[in-house]
């Protein structure tokens, strides 16, 4: 696609500078900050005693240009798009890509692998802002690997030594050994890790910087607490569903050296969804690996999702000891493929027909209350 | 018209009714009756019957929510409710004193159901009693060679069902794709 203008209105300087980095980096070739002109796209910011009032404001500047709104309420303006407040970064690309094509459904990724099968049309469309955040935050947004590159093998596998991650990880293990509580000092907050749970008024924002940089030893380290600890300031929050986050925050899209991407690894129990950070294709993933060990590659290729939704959530199962990974065990696919190509069919009988048939049907009707559950 | 059927089970007071009417289009027909017996102590009214919910799904197909009687006694209705069903939601109640009981009569009750379909376990009341734990769960679960999805759920929360009830959708056919 070629590349959009953008303009952005009614926004404070330093959001404004903010913007300026954002287009200039990685991933945002395709998007130009204009501050003259007429763009193609027109991003205004609504939020303001008299939204009505901006918004006149800002049509008399660019009449008719296709519109992204940003706003903590709804809005609904003629030629406009509107996305709530906090705004991630892909879900104001994927906005301002729909705006351009006159709001086109959401676009397809530009990458796909043609070993595989698609990727649903259903799995592509517009997800919530909160989907669309996760998604942003845990999977990034790169492109499918090729194994046999170095260079994207490089790209998509992170080593967690000398991050927060391995941190963490270590003073969960140290405290659940000897019940001690530990303090990890030198954030930009407390954060206390006890037996039943972490202390810490760190904003989750603010954590997943701290888990993108590389640690310093010598400024942040463990300390052990000694004698008995003053009562939690805040309320305590669960070991393993921090964890977990962190691991996906870390991960970002990419797979932990410490698992191979061929060799078969099985996912011990369900992670708790209900409590942990579900992330895009990550309940279709663990059924597929409770049931039966696959290569990480395999798993991908069985289930056609981008490797992107698959190592994130392998990375943080592997952080929460849910992984094991089986050397020399075969990595069986069995998946059924959902639609054959027509001529493969042919020698099929009568009643392996009706079995296809059937689990096709089947598929349908929970494909269907898996909608009505998501509210479709 | 096609038909689905889903069964919530579990002991008493572990949150089926609310369970199945949070995911309902209709209000529940419970059929809460004053208990005659000790289950009066923990908890005023108890199912006797059943508990039924609805979902419509498409213009000719609808997904029927069964909750189980959760006394013992009634046990012969349970293959009734079962013929037909898709899949077995099992509610444990974490303040219950013998929680690991209570996995081994449910899923003893359920077997050929368990075996035939798949099964999901939500574990309520953890917001008030946060042990034993899901890991818990799980140690009884493979005791009976089962391996299912257990999930911390508040039946009051419709978010905490529906992700519970979808990981059920999602174990039956992992190839299932939104
Ligand atoms: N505190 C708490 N109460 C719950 C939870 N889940 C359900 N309840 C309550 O438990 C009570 C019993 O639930 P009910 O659905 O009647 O249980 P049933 O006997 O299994 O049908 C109701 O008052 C619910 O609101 C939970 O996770 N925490
Ligand atoms: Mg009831």
Redesign the pocket.
């Known amino acids: 696609m070629p590349v959009t203008t953008v303009s952005i209105f009614n926004v404070p300087e330093r959001t404004s500078a903010q913007f300026a980095i954002l287009f200039e980096s990685p991933g945002w070739e395709k998007v130009r900050l204009l501050t003259m002109g007429k763009p193609q796209v027109g991003v205004v910011d609504l939020d303001s005693s008299d939204p009505d009032r901006v918004w006149k404001e800002y049509r008399k500047r660019y009449p008719e240009v296709p519109s992204v709104i940003l706003s903590t309420r709804p809005q609904e303006r003629e030629g406009a798009l509107w996305l709530t407040k906090p705004v991630s970064p892909a879900a104001l690309k994927s906005a301002i890509a729909r705006a351009r094509k006159g709001f086109a459904p959401a676009p397809q990724p530009a990458h796909t692998v043609v070993s595989r099968p698609r990727e649903d049309v259903a799995t592509r469309a517009a997800t919530t802002a909160l989907d669309a955040e996760i998604e942003d935050r845990c999977c990034g947004d790169a492109p499918d690997i090729d194994p046999r590159n170095a260079d994207d093998v490089a790209r998509a596998t992170y080593c967690i030594q000398g991050h927060f991650q391995a941190l963490l990880s270590h003073c969960c293990a140290l405290v659940i050994r000897d019940g001690k509580s530990r303090a990890i000092e030198g954030l930009p907050g407390p954060f206390v890790v006890h037996r039943n749970g972490i202390e810490t008024t760190i904003r989750p924002n603010v954590l997943r910087s701290v888990c993108l940089i590389a640690l310093r030893e010598d400024i942040v380290h463990l300390r052990e607490l000694v004698g008995t600890a003053p009562a939690p300031a805040t309320p305590l929050q669960p070991l393993a569903p921090v964890l977990w986050q962190v691991a996906l925050w870390s991960a970002r899209g990419r797979l932990s050296r410490d698992i191979a991407l061929d060799v078969p690894v099985r996912i011990r129990h369900w992670p708790v969804f209900t409590r942990w950070t579900e992330t895009p294709n990550a309940m279709r993933i663990t059924a597929l690996l409770v049931g039966a060990p696959h290569t990480p590659l395999d798993a991908a290729l069985a289930l056609g999702v981008p490797h992107r939704h698959l190592f994130p959530l392998l990375s943080a199962a592997q952080a929460v000891g849910l992984l094991e990974s089986l050397p020399g065990h075969a990595s069986t696919p069995r998946i059924r493929e959902e639609r054959r190509s027509g001529g493969d069919r042919r020698g099929e009988t009568g009643a392996r027909e009706g079995e296809r048939r059937e689990s096709t049907d089947r598929r349908g009707i929970l494909r269907r209350i898996l909608g009505r559950l998501a509210g479709r | 018209m096609a038909d689905y059927k889903i069964v919530?089970t579990?002991?008493?007071?572990?949150?089926?009714?609310?369970?199945?009417?949070s995911l309902s289009d209709i209000p529940p027909i419970?059929t809460?009756e004053a208990a005659t017996d000790m289950t009066r102590e923990r908890?005023p009214?108890?199912?006797v019957a059943m508990?039924y919910g609805l979902m419509k799904i498409a213009d000719h197909e609808r997904l029927h929510l069964y909750?189980t009687p959760?006394q013992e006694r009634f046990d012969f209705m349970w293959d009734i409710l079962t013929e037909g069903g898709i899949g077995l939601v099992l509610?444990l109640?974490?303040s219950r004193k013998h929680p690991q009981q209570d996995v081994d009569f449910f899923v003893t009750a359920f077997r050929d159901y368990i075996a035939k379909t798949q099964m999901v376990v939500g574990?309520?009341?953890?917001?008030?009693h946060p042990a034993p734990g899901v890991s818990f769960y799980h140690r009884c679960l493979a005791a009976h060679g089962l391996n299912p999805a257990v999930f911390?759920?508040?039946?009051?929360?419709r978010e905490?069902v529906g992700t519970l009830v979808k990981a059920l959708l999602h174990s039956l056919d992992p190839g299932l794709r939104p």
Not at chain 2, 10 to 21: C, D, F, N
Not at chain 2, 123 to 128: F, G, H, I, P, S
Not at chain 2, 152 to 157: I, N, P, Q
Request: glycine share 16%; aromatic share 2%.
């Open positions: 919530f579990g002991p008493v007071g572990a949150g089926k009714t609310t369970a199945i009417a419970g809460d908890k009214r108890t199912t508990d909750g959760g509610m109640d974490n574990v309520t009341r953890m917001d008030t911390e759920v508040d039946a009051r929360r905490d």
